[in-house]
């Protein structure tokens, strides 16, 4: 970095511009100031030396913004190379609020920073630039407009597609693909990583049989996926906002593919396990960077339709997975359980480096430094000690009354209490700003999201094993009745979405979906031992209306209530909750169920499936057991009614902010 380049310092007003080196300084008059973000305030006295900016916590480098629009005002010849000022709207990807202000650089930096095929022109086309001299008017800030140059070859806003676009730019169609093709290529990703969650279940059997895995090593191949996503996912979402969201999300990808491989290899239990750890870390970076891109994207309101398409590829993936789970299996093995993940997520990986580009990078010392350490060890430590701690209280490897059991719950209950005082009070930059998300606006929002989470895993994970050990059906046939839930939830999903894209309402879409979801958690009560055929599709049914709706309808109103600057960390606290949500509902729910089994287990047991003999017992016994889980879930859902109810009435926009922000396909 030269000392002509320009150094743009964060701020909430975007008036905080400071040109490093000698040569500018000078130039500024008594009353011409750069406000600093402490308040400090910079003249021709206050001389801070490069160094002492550079290694500021504020810096943020002026690679790190997004230029959107720019407008030449003038060139001046004084400094030791041509100064252009020109009036610039640009944007930092982790506030996504684009403004315009005035900058200033040298002619050799911006020809190397710009893009001509972006900005649709360079400065050296223009030998003949109008030079201001300094001493002709000592406000560098305040230089009159090339109106010409401006009208020539500035930036065009489209105001019937509402985004911004160079007048170079390739023709809608091709704009309109590529951007779809993104779109696919992220809900691509984000069904893979669901999918991880519920196609392994029917072959963990054969999976444990075929690697001689102990009852403990049973447990843990399941369960170390949603732990290792759950406790990575804030870290994701933070890290993105210093190294982009694109690169980000293309290492989780890679993270994700790895740990695939790993598991498909596999030769012995631990290998499995440690594959199924990369995959969640893996998969904790997909899920919250495909929220966090489609909030970066597009406005709020245009974000229901895309929500309500990552509630769809949920709602599917829940009703496929134990399918595939079931056929790869019983026909060409449990490894492709594994292995399919490969050229898939490949194909949207590629898809995606080479179409999505967001922001460019940045590598400053200073941001990293600024990153939250402490509190990023505290947060995966805390959740890790806390979720081990509820499964080997659930398994067979210790009892919950045992030392360990006890000392990783209570320990990961006071690590993550010295987390949170630690966001709120002490943290500069938190993981998770408690104090910004945490008001009466976003709670219910958060307390609803959570509990739909909470019971909807119930659906995909307890009626499937009904199905099985109850009825006694087959993998493949308890999958095909699991879409008596899906077809509807995908549906309202969807019509949902488009609702609250086209009316910007979303509580009354909130305050339908949460009665409907309590009633049909509970009829499923009313399940009994023998197969009534009717009670499956029409229970399910209600379930999934009620369930599908609250998707991302309690999304886009939390994120309507949080600034623009702190959507991300949002989307990142949520994410996380929800995956919280859904390991702790697992092992509660299981515990809760055991509860009416006696010395039955709930996953081991092999129910009879003739109509008559001892099976008889053993399906009436599950029933119970269920049934204790079921009112359990629908009190769950009582508690989410009641919290929904108290969701502030918020105008939801057409506008991302100032402008909606398109992926740059070029």
């Not at 049989?209 to 191949?221: F, R």
């Not at 239990?269 to 597009?298: E, H, K, N």
């Not at 050229?343 to 990078?361: A, N, R, T």
């Not at 430094?369 to 509190?375: K, V």
């Amino acid at each position: 970095m030269n000392h002509n380049e320009i150094l743009a310092l964060e701020h909430k007003t975007w008036d905080a511009l400071c040109i490093s080196g000698s040569t500018l300084l000078p130039l500024l008059s008594d009353d011409c100031v750069m406000v600093f973000p402490d308040g400090m305030k910079l003249s021709k006295e206050s001389r801070p030396t490069l160094s002492s900016i550079l290694t500021s916590e504020e810096f943020v480098p002026w690679s790190s913004y997004t230029i959107l629009e720019s407008e030449v005002r003038s060139l001046d010849k004084n400094a030791q190379s041509a100064l252009i000022c020109y009036k610039v709207s640009a944007q930092r990807m982790s506030d996504r609020d684009s403004q315009s202000f005035d900058a200033l650089c040298s002619m050799d930096f911006y020809q190397l920073r710009s893009n001509p095929t972006h900005f649709g022109f360079s400065f050296t086309d223009y030998p003949t630039a109008p030079l201001v001299s300094c001493a002709e008017n000592p406000h560098l800030l305040r230089l009159i407009t090339d109106t010409t140059m401006a009208s020539e070859k500035s930036l065009t806003h489209d105001v019937e597609e509402n985004r911004l676009q160079p007048a170079t730019q390739s023709k809608p169609w091709r704009q309109r693909f590529r951007s779809h093709l993104v779109i696919v290529s992220l809900f691509l990703c984000l069904f893979l990583a669901a999918l991880d969650t519920t196609i392994v279940a029917p072959a963990l059997p054969v999976i444990a049989s075929h690697l001689n895995a102990t009852t403990s090593e049973y447990t843990w191949v399941g369960s170390a996926y949603t732990l290792a996503s759950t406790s990575t996912t804030p870290l994701w979402a933070k890290i993105s906002d210093i190294w982009g969201r694109r690169v980000i999300l293309m290492i989780a990808n890679v993270v994700f593919l790895c740990g695939s491989l790993v598991c498909a290899l596999s030769r012995t239990p631990l290998m499995l396990i440690g594959g199924r750890v990369l995959q969640g870390v893996g998969s904790g970076g997909i899920i919250v960077m495909v929220t966090i891109i489609v909030a970066d994207l597009f406005p709020i309101r245009e974000r229901a339709k895309y929500y309500a398409l990552t509630g769809i590829v949920w709602a599917i993936s829940s009703g496929v997975g134990p399918i595939l789970g079931g056929v790869f299996t019983q026909t060409i093995g449990w490894r492709w359980c594994f292995y399919i993940n490969l050229p898939f997520d490949g194909i949207s990986l590629i898809i995606l480096f080479f179409f999505l580009h967001l922001e460019p990078v940045t590598t400053a010392v200073s941001t990293l430094r600024s990153f939250d350490w402490t509190g990023s060890v505290l947060v995966v430590g805390g959740t890790v000690c806390f979720l081990y701690g509820l499964e080997s209280g659930s398994g067979n490897e210790h009892s919950w009354d045992s030392a360990f059991t006890l000392g990783l719950i209570i320990g990961g209950l006071l690590i993550l209490l010295i987390w949170g005082y630690y966001e709120w009070a002490i943290a500069k930059c938190p993981v998770i700003p408690l104090r910004l998300l945490l008001s009466r606006s976003t709670v219910p929002c958060l307390l609803t999201a959570f509990f739909h989470s909470f019971t909807f895993i119930s659906f995909s994970y307890f009626n499937p094993l009904y199905f099985q050990n109850v009825l006694g059906v087959s993998p493949i046939q308890s999958g095909l009745y699991v879409f008596a839930l899906v077809l509807p939830l995908s549906a309202m999903t969807l019509g949902s979405g488009l609702f609250v894209q086209r009316t910007g309402k979303y509580r009354p879409v909130i305050w339908i979906g949460c009665p409907l979801m309590t009633v049909g958690t509970g009829l499923f009560i009313d399940f009994g031992p023998r197969l009534v055929l009717w009670k499956i599709v029409v229970y399910q049914l209600i379930a999934g209306i009620g369930a599908g709706p609250l998707f991302q309808a309690p999304m886009i109103a939390f994120q309507n209530a949080l600034k623009p600057e702190n959507v991300a960390a949002g989307n990142a606290a949520l994410a996380f909750l929800k995956n919280l949500a859904t390991s702790l509902s697992l092992v509660i729910g299981g515990v809760v169920a055991q509860s009416g089994l006696g010395d039955l287990r709930l996953v081991d047991s092999n129910a009879e499936t003739e109509e008559d003999g001892g099976g008889t017992v053993d399906r009436t016994a599950f029933v119970a057991g269920l049934s204790h889980m079921w009112i359990f879930y629908t009190a769950i859902c009582g508690v989410m009614t009641i919290a929904s109810l108290t969701i502030q009435k918020r105008r939801l926009g057409d506008e991302h902010d100032n402008e909606e922000v398109v992926p740059d396909v070029n």
